[in-house]
């Protein structure tokens, strides 16, 4: 099958209680397509960039067999710029600098090699973006999966933001985000709330303390892997929804049981994106050591209790 | 096999968002006792009360099998008295008032008939009477498991509790006095740091956020079950504890592996206890209630991955 994500591809400077960065290659599209291209034969990645931005590294996505043409490059403009600083604790973190620069003329074209992708990939962008994305696939996905963020939950995006959730199969925030989109304190109610608004699985993204995947009336948690130390939590949610979607396009299954598999790997990947800063732990990994990630998942969660029917 | 439990047996008056009750009967060996009492053939509890409480109550334990031979009744004095407020979120209180009252006084007796028990479960306590527990026990329990709190983490009790952690097999505590214990943030460097102090097994109770067992390099973690409402989240580490400790008591195992199930058993005992008001929801669960229970914490974090060796 083949993936088509749709995400910035940007620069990063990032300063942690570990240390700080100069300008780094980001963005959730960036994340998205290193962390699914250990899944996916074909990731089809859309974006847009500045000719200030370093081409080598485009050059390592598609040795991964990541497609590049998606990638709108504007010609004397500067790519999109982030820097943000972490407090102590790693779960909240202040934006220093927000530079859209190509961002604000971002107009996504789907390449017609594209447009027969399996899996559509929705990062965090406007949702009005989002919707021009899946007006532009002749056929739909057999898996669309959007993630987005609380500023798109305010006027003017609100109504956008809503039209664009109903159009979804699974929606990808954290618990922040879902209990001001839902109203509701209580992360049950606010599922239940959400998935009334369209998709039929949310995933609700919880940092350290894990995600859980909602479904109907079921629910399935998979916890963060203990780590010693969380360098730097920079494109971890973006990195776990592109496990979660190329492990989806990789067993070609996107059955409820299969996503909780596709959870674990996607969980796997992030504990690893957090034990660098940006990008890198995710351009050195093999397979091997992601199975062997996985198996501590396993060992971290697993029992057996049998009860007696 | 028998459990051995000392502990607070109070008075509460709560507060939450979803209402407040008058004074209720609580304490750290209240819960405990109940929550065991669904496992264990004999809890023996040790305590201290005033002739003010309401002895119905020490009846309903012993229906349960709860021998209450160890829980001293001061004439003319008071219970033990503490009320509190929770914020919005549940996760945090207010203490509104602490009346210590027989606590003052409390110096535990263990009967000749208690001085057998297999498993002995040290209530938060003084630590210098958990260590006069320990040493009234004419032979070493088969597992000695422990509770403690902040508040002993400093001058002048921080010495005799770091004397008890180096007694005892198991140590619980939550996120936040693990890190004020070790003095790390990573709970895996603070796990490790307060193995080294003594106990073997670490339990690391994060709330809503599940529970964390590490033993030697190994780490287990159970989730919290996500619940619709957390209605009163008192006694809900106690009644973990009581439910950990009764599960091992009843099945004569005190293995790592073992102890997983063990967490299983204490999580979805806590899961009853925050739906209702105090000990209430404890009062009426019948096996399969809690066998229910317990499987909605297989479906919650059970997934097949085979991955070849």
């Not at 910035?8 to 300063?15: G, H, P, Q």
């Not at 081409?55 to 710029?81: C, P, Q, Y």
């Not at 504990?271 to 990630?293: D, W």
């Amino acid at each position: 099958m083949s993936l088509l994500t749709v995400g910035t591809v940007a620069f990063d400077a990032i300063e942690t209680p570990f240390g700080k960065t100069d300008k780094i290659v980001g963005g959730a599209g960036t994340y998205i397509a290193w962390s699914a291209s250990y899944f996916s034969k074909r990731v089809n990645l859309v974006s847009v960039i500045g000719d200030d931005f370093d081409m080598n590294e485009l050059d390592l996505l598609r040795a991964r067999g990541v497609d590049t043409e998606g990638i709108d490059i504007k010609a004397g403009k500067k790519s999109f710029f982030w820097s943000g600083k972490y407090h102590l604790d790693m779960n909240t973190r202040d934006t220093l600098i927000t530079d859209l620069n190509v961002l604000m003329e971002f107009d996504p074209q789907i390449p017609e090699s594209y447009k027969d992708s399996d899996i559509l990939m929705l990062g965090n962008i406007d949702p009005a973006l989002q919707i021009k994305v899946i007006g532009q696939m002749p056929k739909r996905p057999k898996l669309i999966v959007m993630d987005t963020m609380n500023f798109w939950m305010t006027d003017p995006f609100i109504d956008n933001l809503k039209k664009v959730i109903g159009m979804v199969d699974v929606l990808a925030v954290n618990d922040a985000e879902a209990r001001q989109l839902s109203n509701e304190y209580s992360l049950v109610k606010a599922a239940a709330k959400i998935m009334a608004m369209g998709p039929k699985y949310l995933i609700i993204k919880k940092g350290e303390h894990g995600a859980l995947l909602f479904h109907e009336k079921n629910v399935f948690f998979a916890p963060a892997l203990p780590l010693e130390e969380v360098f730097d939590p920079t494109g971890a949610g973006d990195t776990f929804a592109g496990g979660f979607c190329g492990y989806l396009d990789k067993t070609r299954d996107i059955s409820y049981e299969n996503m909780k598999r596709a959870i674990i790997y996607g969980s796997a990947m992030a504990s690893f994106c957090v034990e660098k800063f940006g990008t890198q732990r995710l351009k050195e990994l093999s397979h091997k050591n992601i199975e062997n990630r996985v198996r501590e998942f396993i060992d971290l969660v697993q029992f057996d209790i049998e009860i007696a029917e």
